[in-house]
């Protein structure tokens, strides 16, 4: 069941506004378009059941962020805001011919999709907001701020010991022991598959450390909770209740908070739910998109002639 994955698609770079090209792959027809918003140091990992499940029948786009996969390094390191990610998303948009879209979010991927929201609501048909916050996580992590307290001190010996931190970096982010440590205690390793978590520790091992710490400062500093009123499009919220990243409560927060939210609860899912229960997702998000139609269509419809009956004979016409 798990192992069927769609054909590979189109693929290119876009040019985000600073010139950093930005990596997207395009797979699948149909509306409404899906676009996939990764968490910090991801790839595209954790959508692969729902590209295999969606394809057939939607238009899936996904992208990299900056100094990401494979997305150029900006050469100014600061450029990693949500200013920048969300320009270069609608570089990503415009490059894939890509209107408006559905946007689906994963960890860090849920601000991105809120924060373009409030800024391109035209392009959002709706958003899937799966295992993330609103903001400030690292205020939530382990429902502690002790990543937080420690992040100030890490980017600064980053910055004053670069080749100490890379060889660090790579041994503490690539090694066998991350991946046992993390099916232990942070995700549910009696479900996961190796060869879909893995890839995740391989991508970040690789990354530059000093790009990863400071997108991760911009995304401790941002919130989009002043946002959550204003949301005007269908939105489904998916959380674990065993997820560590982004404790539960978040999740209902969010779906409280969001005119007409509805929320999917994933029990026992951890920060990786699409990868751990992804039939789950796949009939939940099927049911949702369903209800969802693009703003052209939707448009032609509702400025499509009525047809009258016609006159019921021996009945006078009023």
């Not at 797979?27 to 990764?38: F, Q, R, S, T």
């Not at 409560?249 to 908070?257: K, Q």
């Not at 969802?292 to 499509?304: E, F, G, H, K, Y």
């Amino acid at each position: 069941m798990r192992e069927e994955l769609p054909p590979e698609g189109d693929e290119g770079h876009a040019k985000g506004k600073d010139g950093t090209p930005i990596f997207w792959c395009a797979v699948g027809e149909g509306a409404p378009a899906l676009v996939c918003c990764d968490g910090i140091g991801c790839d595209g990992f954790a959508w692969k059941y729902l590209v295999r499940d969606f394809a057939p029948r939607h238009r899936i786009v996904r992208w990299h962020y900056r100094g990401h996969g494979r997305s150029g390094l900006p050469a100014d390191r600061s450029r990693v805001k949500f200013d920048d990610l969300c320009d270069d998303l609608s570089a990503v948009l415009d490059a894939t011919g890509t209107r408006e879209a559905v946007l689906l979010g994963h960890s860090m991927g849920v601000q991105v999709a809120l924060e373009y929201h409030r800024r391109h609501r035209e392009r959002v048909l709706g958003m899937a907001l799966v295992c993330g916050s609103h903001g400030l996580p690292l205020d939530t992590f382990h429902d502690s701020k002790m990543l937080k307290t420690v992040l100030p001190s890490l980017i600064s010996a980053a910055e004053k010991w670069p080749e100490a931190t890379d060889l660090l970096w790579r041994f503490v982010a690539g090694g066998e022991w991350a991946y046992q440590l993390a099916t232990h205690l942070e995700v549910n390793g009696k479900v996961v598959r190796r060869e879909d978590f893995a890839p995740y520790f391989k991508h970040l091992s690789g990354m530059d450390p000093r790009l990863f710490l400071g997108m991760l400062k911009h995304a401790s500093e941002h919130s989009a909770f002043d946002h959550l009123s204003e949301v005007d499009v269908p939105v489904l919220v998916v959380a674990g209740t065993h997820d560590t990243f982004t404790p539960y409560w978040l999740s209902e927060e969010m779906h409280d908070r969001i005119p007409g939210a509805e929320m999917l609860t994933v029990p026992g899912g951890t920060h990786i739910a699409p990868l751990e229960q992804p039939e789950l997702l796949t009939l939940r998000l099927e049911k949702w998109l369903a209800g969802i139609q693009p703003r052209l269509r939707a448009a032609a419809a509702a400025d499509a002639p009525r047809l009258r009956a016609p006159p019921v004979a021996g009945k006078a016409r009023s």
